[in-house]
């Protein structure tokens, strides 16, 4: 996935501008069930499950859709290899931009779906087709591995947090169940 823009420290965002990271976001992950090994999961693309042992991966808060696709209810976890690309020297970790460490607390948050305190203090509104807002995770304590690269970005920005993420993604099964035995081969 490809993020750019502003990822301000942790304490200098709000819930609104943890959703404005997550609608960058959402067309990304969205535009994943359209490829092997996903489209062949298109039946978790629902709120409840049809039959026993089928997954169901929609869930809402605040009355909104929201399509986590990293989630317990799939048994999957994942590691993320971030790049940053940013104003500051490579591998300066502190500075004027903020510590990495808080700035990954935001990307992360924005990763992550949003809790129904969070969806009703940014005032996520309801879609109007109520089509899912498509989140990578239903929490942050399913990423099991995180490594991040700093780097220059060789183009101006407009403010001091501006950045390009460069977020890749490596789906850990945790069960194999028959709902997930077709990724299986893929992960590897």
């Not at 750019?4 to 819930?15: D, F, K, N, T, W």
């Not at 693309?45 to 169901?56: S, V």
């Not at 004027?96 to 809790?115: C, M, Q, V, W, Y």
């Not at 009703?120 to 929490?139: N, S, V, W």
Request: charged letters at 25%; hydrophobic letters at 40%; proline letters at 5%.
């Amino acid at each position: 996935m490809l993020y750019e823009g502003e990822l301000a420290p942790r304490q200098h965002v709000s819930a609104g501008d943890l959703h404005s990271i997550r609608i960058q976001l959402h067309p990304q992950i969205k535009a994943l069930w359209q490829y092997r090994p996903l489209s062949d999961c298109g039946g978790w693309l629902r709120e409840k499950p049809e039959r026993p042992g089928d997954y169901a991966i929609w869930e809402r808060s605040n009355d909104v859709l929201l399509s986590p696709l990293i989630s317990h209810k799939n048994h999957l976890m994942c590691e993320l290899d971030i790049t940053l690309l940013r104003q500051q020297e490579p591998g300066q970790l502190l500075g004027e931009g903020g510590g990495i460490d808080s700035r990954l607390k935001t990307l992360f948050d924005a990763l992550r779906k949003p809790s129904t305190e969070e969806a009703q203090t940014a005032a996520i509104a309801k879609r109007a087709d109520d089509d899912p807002i498509h989140c990578l995770l239903q929490d942050d304590a399913l990423v099991t591995r995180v490594n991040v690269e700093t780097d220059r970005l060789l183009r101006p920005t407009e403010g001091q947090f501006d950045l390009v993420a460069i977020i890749q993604v490596t789906v850990v099964l945790t069960r194999v169940s028959f709902g997930t035995i077709n990724l299986l081969s893929r992960l590897q």
